[in-house]
Antibody, heavy 122, light 106 residues
Framework: EVQLVQSGAEVKKPGESLKISCKGS????????IGWVRQMPGKGLEWMGIIYPGDSDTRYSPSFQGQVTISADKSISTAYLQWSSLKASDTAMYYCARHAAAGRSAEYFQHWGQGTLVTVSS | SYELTQPPSVSVSPGQTARITCSGDALPKKYAYWYQQKSGQAPVLVIYEDSKRPSGIPERFSGSSSGTMATLTISGAQVEDEADYYC?????????FGGGTKLTVL
């Protein structure tokens, strides 16, 4: 069974750094794109970016390029989303999700993590 | 940047057919996908590649695409189908979600 288990909720202050995680199991971690999706309070889903853990090829939405860093550690089947300096506007639920099919040409998310709530407040 | 446009809300009575549209310039060449998100839960894929239904999704969910518009149809909507629905696609420069449509069934 494919599972994506995300790290727990975080409360941070503006300017602090943060790295949240998403551990995959039940499949070959290196063979599937895994990505991150933001959902601000009461708002819709936003595609942030994806990484192919097999070779760390990473793609970002223009809206998030330079604002966050997506990485993966294939030795522990874990993907990460990190910020170097949080802002109050980063307050949101963040979901990791895995593409449906193996390989670099796969195109859509089928499996989702449970979400990590990040709250940034002074 | 690429945008997918959905109506903010759709409302139907139980047993009626609900149709949710998604408009995007690249849809004639790219597949549309649909996700259902119930309150407080992670999204669930309900339609992929315009019209295919994943295992476990009820047959009342169907999808179609023509020109620049994709449509999610729920035939005989149930109270449990009340949720936010998002279309998802690409224009080759990146992937985007539509703004979401709140489906009310009452």
């Amino acid at each position: 069974e494919v599972q994506l288990v995300q790290s727990g909720a975080e409360v941070k202050k503006p300017g602090e750094s943060l790295k949240i995680s998403c551990k995959g199991s039940g499949y070959s971690f290196t063979s599937y794109w895994i990505g991150w999706v933001r959902q601000m309070p009461g708002k819709g889903l936003e595609w942030m970016g994806i990484i192919y853990p097999g070779d760390s090829d990473t793609r970002y939405s223009p809206s998030f390029q330079g604002q966050v860093t997506i990485s993966a550690d294939k030795s522990i089947s874990t993907a990460y989303l990190q910020w170097s300096s949080l802002k109050a506007s980063d307050t949101a639920m963040y979901y990791c999700a895995r593409h449906a099919a193996a390989g670099r040409s796969a195109e859509y998310f089928q499996h989702w993590g449970q979400g990590t709530l990040v709250t940034v407040s002074s | 940047s690429y945008e997918l446009t959905q109506p903010p809300s759709v409302s139907v009575s139980p047993g009626q057919t609900a149709r949710i549209t998604c408009s995007g310039d690249a849809l004639p060449k790219k597949y549309a996908y649909w996700y259902q998100q119930k309150s407080g839960q992670a999204p669930v894929l309900v339609i992929y590649e315009d019209s295919k239904r994943p295992s476990g999704i009820p047959e009342r969910f169907s999808g179609s695409s023509s020109g620049t518009m994709a449509t999610l149809t729920i035939s005989g909507a149930q109270v449990e189908d009340e949720a936010d629905y998002y279309c998802y696609s690409t224009d080759s420069s990146g992937w985007v979600f539509g703004g979401g449509t709140k489906l009310t069934v009452l």
